[in-house]
């Protein structure tokens, strides 16, 4: 719950974090009844920072130019971050699903 704790604390919310909580989803151990499988959780709060930092609409311009003065890109990182953020919010829904 470390992650969870600062994630929240700190106001901190970047597609990584939206990636880390799917890992965590999968590789979380099943819990014996559904009170204390902390699973469910941990896709709301995916869903959560990835509707806040917009993963459901196409990347533009300036949602691109934030995520590139905090992170070192590559010059064709646009497509890649785009393609990146689509694969990213349909395995949200997938696991939604799932």
């Not at 799917?22 to 509707?51: K, S």
Request: some cysteine.
């Amino acid at each position: 719950m470390y992650l969870s704790d600062r994630v929240f604390s700190e106001g901190l919310k970047s597609l990584e974090i939206v990636q880390a909580y799917c890992l965590l989803v999968h590789w979380a151990p099943i819990a014996n009844n559904w009170g204390d499988d902390r699973r469910w959780g941990w896709l709301g709060m995916g869903l959560r920072i990835a509707t806040e930092i917009r993963m459901d609409k196409p990347l533009n311009e300036l949602t691109f130019q934030h995520y590139s003065s905090t992170t070192s890109l590559p010059p064709n990182a646009f497509n890649l971050l785009a393609q990146d953020r689509v694969r990213s919010w349909t395995l949200l829904g997938v696991i939604e699903l799932a």
